[in-house]
């Protein structure tokens, strides 16, 4: 015994029995989730069938639910040695069932969900030829804040069971909530969503039997809506980062995609390879009309139906992972996105999609100990990534399908001298729908209205980056005063430290000071090439030099051009080319070349693997070009025409707004064009400055 210690010994740790209670109502986040793993129990015990039945005399107000499978049922032994030990690990010790399922409950918790239900639970429980059933009742009650988990005795009865030829009946009296048609609509989509869509489990069925609402009830299959929709996407990325599927658009085969690459050129998928099947709607009136018509359904229901399956679900090994394609659940942030992109990017929304993985083949895609979706590691970073990337290629389709019907359902009051509705109504009332002059004016107002909504899409896009530029121009003027202060200060600060310190002292603090005045000087400079770009300044003529304002750009890109091992040359006349003109739009359209010839130089030869960049600079006779080209990929023929169009991109997260905004700033001054014949064999863009240059 230790010096001092006066009394040792040993003792047991004594769960308290509110320890059940924690267990449903803090690990089970709500009533249907605590049916789904009921359900998920029925399927590790390789049932075939089970049912979830609402029972009461008011069909309004169920008094009991009741569970019942097929499945291998439990004998005494099975239910003593393990339903009665919360936590138990036979499920991790053989991972598959008799039956050769992979088990979805490996934690021995599940069960308890029951506690979340009701406050009492019957079991019943039968294996194939036995002559007698297991009897168990729970009273949830017993489990209370002062008795000990080991002080509680749970009777138990051997009878037969004739109306049970094998399976496990759960029967959960005095429901802890009232269940409204919300929560029965919920549980409906939680079911139906709970099988992998990749007939992965095929032998496996569930039913709903809720007398209140028939339109649940009987075997639990999506809504006619869900499986027939507008656009299809479908296929397999494997380890290298290849897609390859199809895609359908209103049920026929749109294109094929054979082993097409995603990401960068060497990238790979560090989360294992998966599948996708990705289903999108239109959710305008005009995409939603023709699938009203087929299916008989309004406009409003099926919104609302889009709106209660809508997401991005997780299936592993055949089963949903909860809570992704939860509603309200957009790990993805594509809401976040489509506002990006309003009209190529898809909204969380339109989307019913579906990601197939395993445990064999996704092992760094582990569960949280919650049971509320997987561990945000690198892998599930890298999942969130991929899958973008693949739904890029079902976006860029139906732009193409689609590229100017987005509808902003809105009128800005800027638009609303526009608005010709009350004057088409008019002319319908009093000189009738089919007379000529109301033909016109209908058309008229179509016209109108679909330029008007155009408009409004840029030039909300435009207020955002006129705010974003505000900020910027704040920044820029504020961060002035501290960089002073500090470099004022360090002046002191190093008189002080000349005084205080011995030589010793000083050899070991001059490299640190030194090191910090280079820091702050390379904040000076990046604060001096901002600020000619600030909206303060950006519309002012000056006198410039062209090549020092390519060359500046070039420098705030400095660090990720080394990074990627990109080099860049600037061929210019040895006579310097000055000009008087707005500085920052020259800034601007060249800052977006070299964005985007970095991004797609990444793109093709993958990270670090280098490029070229080259710019070369022309005199006119009244102004100058810059023919800008990279050896990249290029872009694609199919796309040339189209890619300075507001919101066209091919970026995975691109706004589509650059080489548009380009335009537009170049406009006052000549125009920007795409060529196929510069110095280098990529993407080749022409930018001519010819009117108010002041050479």
Not at 431 to 458: M, N, S
Not at 602 to 610: H, I, L, N, S, Y
Request: proline share 5%.
């Amino acid at each position: 015994m230790k010096q001092g210690t006066r009394k040792s010994g040993s003792a047991k740790m004594r769960p308290r029995a509110r320890l059940i209670g924690l267990i449903g109502d803090e690990l089970i986040s709500d009533e249907p989730v605590a049916l789904v793993e009921l359900v998920k129990n029925a399927y590790d015990a390789d049932a075939t069938r089970v049912e979830v039945r609402f029972e009461g005399s008011d069909p309004e107000r169920p008094e009991r639910i009741v569970v019942v499978d097929n499945g291998t049922g439990m004998d005494l032994d099975t239910v003593l040695t393990a339903w009665f030990e919360p936590g138990t690990v036979i499920k991790r010790k053989q991972e598959r069932s008799p039956g050769g399922r992979l088990y979805q409950g490996a934690k021995g918790i599940g069960r308890f969900a029951a506690a979340r239900l009701a406050e009492s639970l019957m079991l019943e429980s039968k294996t194939e030829g036995a002559n007698e059933g297991v009897f168990v009742l729970l009273e949830w009650g017993r489990f209370d804040d002062e008795s000990y988990l080991d002080e509680i005795t749970i009777d138990y009865e051997l009878h037969p069971l004739p109306d049970l030829e094998r399976g496990t009946r759960l029967t959960l009296e005095k429901l802890r909530k009232v269940w409204e048609k919300e929560d029965y609509e919920e549980l409906h989509a939680r079911l139906s969503r709970l099988i992998s869509p990749f007939n992965d489990v095929t032998d496996f069925n569930i039913f709903l039997d809720i007398p209140a609402h028939p339109e649940f009830s009987g075997e639990v299959q999506p809504p006619e809506l869900i499986l027939k929709p507008k656009y299809l996407l479908k296929g397999t990325v494997d380890e290298k980062g290849f897609f390859t599927g199809e895609l359908q658009v209103d049920g026929k085969r749109h294109r094929k995609f054979p082993r097409h690459k995603l990401g960068e050129r060497d990238s790979e998928p560090v989360c294992g390879p998966f599948e996708v099947e990705i289903r999108a709607w239109d959710r305008d009136r005009e995409g939603l009309e023709p699938i009203s018509e087929r299916l008989g359904m309004g406009i409003r229901e099926i919104r609302r139906t889009l709106d209660t399956y809508c997401g991005v679900s997780i299936y592993r090994d055949g089963f949903r992972v909860y809570p992704y394609g939860q509603k309200g659940n957009d790990w993805l942030n594509l809401d976040i996105r489509s506002r990006l992109n309003p009209v190529k990017n898809l909204a969380n929304n339109q989307v019913i999609a579906a990601v197939r993985i395993s445990r064999e083949h996704n092992p760094e895609l582990r569960d949280r100990s919650t049971r509320e979706g997987m561990v945000m590691n690198t892998a599930h970073a890298a999942l969130e990534e991929w899958f973008k990337e693949v739904l890029s290629l079902l976006e860029e389709e139906r732009y193409r399908l689609r590229p100017r019907k987005e509808r902003i359902e809105r009128t800005d009051p800027l638009f609303e001298a526009f608005e010709l509705r009350e004057t088409v109504q008019r002319a319908r009332s009093e000189l009738g729908k089919d007379h000529p002059v109301t033909r016109l004016i209908t058309e008229a107002e179509q016209q109108i209205k679909a330029g008007v909504e155009r408009v409004q899409e840029v030039y909300s896009r435009l207020l955002m980056s006129a705010g974003l530029g505000h900020m910027v121009d704040i920044v820029i003027h504020e961060i002035g005063a501290p960089l002073g202060k500090i470099n004022r200060q360090l002046a002191v600060l190093e008189k002080d430290l000349e005084r205080l310190l011995d030589n010793e002292g000083k050899k070991k603090i001059t490299p640190r000071l030194e090191s910090i005045k280079g820091w702050l000087e390379q904040i000076h400079n990046l604060r001096q090439r901002l600020e000619p770009q600030t909206p303060a300044k950006r519309g002012r003529a000056t006198t410039f030099n062209v090549r020092d304002e390519i060359e500046d750009n070039f420098r705030l890109y400095e660090a990720l051009l080394q990074k990627q091992g990109i080099r860049y040359e600037i061929i210019a006349p040895k006579t310097p080319v000055r000009v008087k003109m707005s500085r920052a739009c020259l800034g601007q359209i060249v800052a977006n070349m070299i964005d985007n010839s970095i991004f797609w130089l990444v793109r093709d030869k993958g990270a670090g693997r280098g490029g070229h960049i080259q710019v070369r600079l022309e005199t006119l006779e009244h102004g100058f070009r810059l023919l800008f080209s990279d050896d990249g990929p290029g872009v694609p023929e199919e796309d040339r025409s189209r890619i300075f169009e507001p919101y066209f991109s091919r970026k995975p997260n691109g706004m589509g707004l650059g080489l548009y905004i380009a335009r537009l700033v170049i406009e006052p001054y000549g125009k920007l064009v795409y060529r196929d014949d510069c110095g280098l064999p990529g993407a080749c863009f022409e930018a001519t400055f010819e009117r108010r240059v002041g050479r």
